[in-house]
């Protein structure tokens, strides 16, 4: 079946630095993806979103970009803070299904 | 709003046994739905509803039963707990596509 995977299984950056989580899709019929922050021991808390007729999404300090040519999805974390250390997930949905499919998970590590 | 909550937050299950994990949410959400997460791994679907009074099954559906009487409660029962089922189990609900997740259950089956 077709699944979502994540290039990378862990990331260290400086305190401060920006950080990129890069995220690759097969499923050329997903119309929405989705990051999940999950800190040690916590539920998944939602990140931001994107729909598959956008190219890109901002929040406070974070960007969701998707390229649909090369099914791909990145999110990217501005001036990265210890509190930003947590695994994070991409996600995405097929079109006309209502559920979610996960990646593996990054784990994002800051370095004071 | 209390959000999505889950009892137990521990247990530790002997093989055989069976247990409810019980999940509930205060947002009149009509999607809620079960994963387990195995260490370092990602979220599978167990099940999910679309609503009262129905349920489907997901990825990982064996050993696993759910009902949905009511709008707030999901709760997910394990009949004859094995070692294979040793995870963290999460519950979510949802208005659209956007999921809020409980704090999940961490059950050890020995």
């Known amino acids: 079946g077709e699944s979502v995977g994540l290039h990378l299984p862990t990331l260290s950056v400086q305190e401060g630095d920006n950080s990129i989580i890069n995220c690759a899709y097969s499923?050329?019929?997903?119309?929405?993806f989705i990051w999940y922050k999950q800190e040690s021991g916590k539920g998944p808390q939602f990140i931001i979103d994107?729909?598959?007729?956008?190219d890109k999404r901002q929040g406070q300090r974070v960007t969701v970009l998707l390229n649909k040519t090369v099914k791909h999805l990145s999110l990217q974390i501005a001036a990265t803070q210890p509190g930003d250390s947590a695994v994070y997930f991409c996600?995405?949905?097929?079109?006309?299904?209502?559920?979610?499919?996960f990646g593996q998970g990054t784990r994002l590590t800051i370095n004071p | 709003n209390a959000g999505v909550t889950q009892t137990p937050k521990f247990r530790i299950l002997k093989i055989g046994q069976s247990m409810t994990l019980q999940c509930t949410q205060d947002?009149?959400?009509?999607?809620m739905y079960w994963y387990r997460q195995d260490p370092g791994m990602g979220l599978k679907l167990i099940y999910y509803?679309?609503?009262?009074?129905?349920?489907d099954k997901g990825e990982v559906p064996n050993g696993y039963n759910v009902s949905r009487s009511t709008t707030e409660d999901f709760p997910l029962r394990l009949e004859l707990a094995a070692p294979s089922q040793t995870s963290v189990y999460f519950c979510?609900?949802?208005?659209?596509?956007?999921?809020?997740f409980g704090p999940g259950t961490r059950l050890t089956v020995t």
């Open positions: 979510a609900s949802s208005l659209a596509y956007e999921q809020y």
């Open positions: 499923n050329s019929a997903s119309d929405y």
């Open positions: 994107i729909r598959s007729n956008m």
């Open positions: 996600a995405e949905k097929d079109q006309g299904a209502q559920k979610l499919v």
């Open positions: 947002m009149n959400h009509n999607y």
């Open positions: 509803s679309v609503g009262a009074g129905i349920t």
